[in-house]
T-cell receptor, first 110, second 113 residues
């Protein structure tokens, strides 16, 4: 079964405490992406990756880092989270231009 | 960069009526336009997409039309059912859906039984 998984699903943290949200896909897709979803703003792309070691900025990359050391994993790193990064985060994996989204990670930064 | 505007932000229709959601985009180089449905508490899922070499595409009760000259595309849902209630997002991409993808802000559709 095609799957995109994210962990954790829910996270409450404090300002400045580094965190990583993991994303994994079992479909051998080359292209993966991270989005944040905020009320009234829709889905905004943070970073995307076209293959191992190939990443690029989306529309809202500030305050985030990513890495793509292996094809199946694409973690999102917040080095110093701030309250304005409180959001719902989705990882997506793409084949044939169709994006398969993960279940989402709800992050709260206090 | 690309900018996608989506209207309306909310839409209520009676069951059985049609619903239309409209999006405009700014970059004439965009060539791939997907539509996603997101039910409450769930992940977005692709429901239909269209490429710039096609003017219209249908899949049962849903259809998408594209006007490249005017740079707008629309989602049409006919014979709406309560299970169509969800948030719908349009999106545009220059690279056929790979690399950068810009989403609209979403339309909350409510189908009243």
């Amino acid at each position: 079964e095609a799957q995109v998984t994210q962990n954790p699903r829910y996270l409450i943290t404090v300002t400045g405490k580094k965190l990583t949200v993991t994303c994994s896909q079992n479909m051998n897709h080359e292209y993966m992406s991270w989005y944040r979803q905020d009320p009234g703003l829709g889905l905004r792309q943070i970073y995307y990756s076209m293959n191992v070691e190939v990443t690029d900025k989306g529309d809202v990359p500030e305050g985030y880092k990513v890495s793509r050391k292996e094809k199946r994993n694409f973690p999102l790193i917040l080095e110093s989270p701030s309250p304005n990064q409180t959001s719902l985060y989705f990882c997506a994996s793409t084949v044939g231009a169709e994006q398969y989204f993960g279940p989402g990670t709800r992050l709260t930064v206090t | 960069g690309e900018n996608v505007e989506q209207h309306p932000s909310t839409l209520s229709v009676q069951e059985g009526d049609s619903a239309v959601i409209k999006c405009t985009y700014s970059d004439s180089a965009s060539n791939y336009f997907p539509w996603y449905k997101q039910e409450l508490g769930k992940r977005p899922q692709l429901i239909i997409d269209i490429r710039s070499n096609v003017g219209e595409k249908k899949d049962q009760r849903i259809a998408v039309t594209l006007n490249k000259t005017a740079k707008h595309f629309s989602l049409h849902i006919t014979e709406t059912q309560p299970e169509d209630s969800a948030v719908y997002f349009c999106a545009a991409s220059i690279h056929g859906g790979y690399q950068k993808v810009t989403f609209g802000t979403g339309t909350k559709l409510q189908v009243i039984p």
